[in-house]
């Protein structure tokens, strides 16, 4: 399973830094043959402290972790919709993401020009956003335009299209985001053939950078600008110091710590960055663990058994007939997969079951 988060921003925004402190936590990439290589793609692990606990278990030869694509757009300008800036290039690599990391800058340095000439991280986003939102607005537009037409014939999945689009253009034209409309299942699913730039789940990055002046450390009218937007916009945002987690990818695990409590950073906001990323595209994870191999698998949220059993083979899942299942923490407990099932620990589970975040499994299939 390849799902990508698009990295977008206003230039001179730290999202280059960002890219690089990200590629440099990259897994190998012939263990992930889906994948395009591609200078502007990063594969980058999903860190999970269960995985390795698991593999010590099992004294795995190979820990293999789940993964989420980062693909860097190069920097978005306001009019962009309108092709200021190559914009209609990179709005159509936004596009061909899955879902959207908007970084923000949070710091003042008059050594890295801003393309307003100030830093005003709402009115970034803002700017950002317009751009989304107008690019949409004329692609549903122009689709309108023909369904309209077409739609006259009578054709029941025509005008289901046509209602769809008509609630849609009625909200970007009013500078709201594709999302934001209120859609039932099947409308739902009509509006993501648009695959429209709005309706894509977006992350904010909020970077900031260390020794320099910090918006949310000035705790002025910027900063509360900037929480009442996000919190208007219902939305999910990270820090991170992009500028040293770049430095520190190159800094031993033990000594990293010391280093980020010197600079007065806190916590790994770009480990934070990608579990959020996970999140965002309502994935989990389960695990297989053995001699072999242990290794994290990505579902999204609500996969059935014999749905978790495809990401692995299609036979899999064609075949299915049972899974037994244990949960990361129960099976630790119990030493090993034999002890756990010499102890009833292991479940049996059919068709119908739906796999939960941490489950461990073995599939049986004819």
Same mark, same amino acid.
């Given at each position: ?134 690019? &949409? =607005?004329?692609? #549903?537009?122009? /689709? *309108? ?8 014939? @009578?054709? +029941? ?7 769809v689009l008509r609630k849609l253009v009625q909200a970007l034209d009013q500078g709201k985001p594709a999302r934001s409309v209120a859609l039932d299942e099947y409308e739902q699913n009509i509006a993501k053939s648009f695959n429209l730039l709005t309706t894509k789940p977006m992350l904010f990055v909020l970077n900031r950078k260390s020794g320099a002046v910090n918006v949310d450390a000035e705790n002025g009218d910027r900063w509360k600008a900037l929480q009442s937007l996000l919190e208007s916009l219902g939305a999910q945002w990270v820090f991170v110091d992009a500028g040293v987690e770049n430095e520190l990818n190159d ?20 480990? &934070? =960055?990608?579990? #959020?990323?996970? /999140? *965002? ?8 663990? @053995?001699? +072999? ?74």
């Amino acid at each position: 399973m390849s799902l990508s988060i698009g990295i977008v921003g206003l230039p001179n925004v730290g999202k280059s830094t960002l890219f690089n402190a990200l590629t440099k936590k990259g897994v190998p990439a012939e263990n992930y043959p889906f994948c395009t290589i591609d200078p502007s793609v990063g594969i980058v692990a999903v860190p999970d402290p269960r995985l390795d606990r698991l593999a010590q278990m099992s004294v795995s030869e190979k820990t293999i972790p789940a993964v989420v694509e980062f693909v860097d757009i190069a920097g978005l300008v306001k009019g962009a919709a309108q092709g200021e800036g190559l914009g209609n290039q990179f709005l159509t690599h936004i596009r061909e993401t899955d879902a959207i990391a908007q970084v923000v800058r949070l710091f003042d340095d008059e050594d890295v020009h801003h393309v307003a000439g100030e830093v005003d991280p709402a009115r970034d986003i803002e700017v950002i956003n317009l751009e989304l939102t107008l690019a &949409d =607005l004329e692609s #549903a537009k122009k /689709r *309108l335009d023909r369904v309209e037409r077409d739609a006259k014939g @009578g054709d +029941k999945d025509l005008i289901a299209e046509r209602d769809v689009l008509r609630k849609l253009v009625q909200a970007l034209d009013q500078g709201k985001p594709a999302r934001s409309v209120a859609l039932d299942e099947y409308e739902q699913n009509i509006a993501k053939s648009f695959n429209l730039l709005t309706t894509k789940p977006m992350l904010f990055v909020l970077n900031r950078k260390s020794g320099a002046v910090n918006v949310d450390a000035e705790n002025g009218d910027r900063w509360k600008a900037l929480q009442s937007l996000l919190e208007s916009l219902g939305a999910q945002w990270v820090f991170v110091d992009a500028g040293v987690e770049n430095e520190l990818n190159d800094v031993g695990d033990e000594e990293r710590a010391d280093f980020r409590r010197d600079l007065g950073v806190q916590g790994d906001g770009i480990n &934070d =960055l990608i579990r #959020a990323g996970y /999140r *965002l595209l309502n994935l989990i994870s389960y695990f297989t663990t @053995g001699e +072999k191999e242990t290794r994290a698998w990505t579902i999204v949220r609500g996969a059935t058994a014999p749905e978790a059993a495809g990401v692995i083979h299609t036979d899999f899942q064609n075949k299915f007939i049972r899974a037994e299942v244990i949960q990361w923490d129960k099976l630790l407990e119990a030493g090993s997969w034999s002890a756990a099932r010499d102890k009833g620990m292991i479940r049996t589970e059919g068709k119908e079951y739906v796999f939960q975040d941490g489950d461990v499994t073995e599939f049986r299939h004819s």
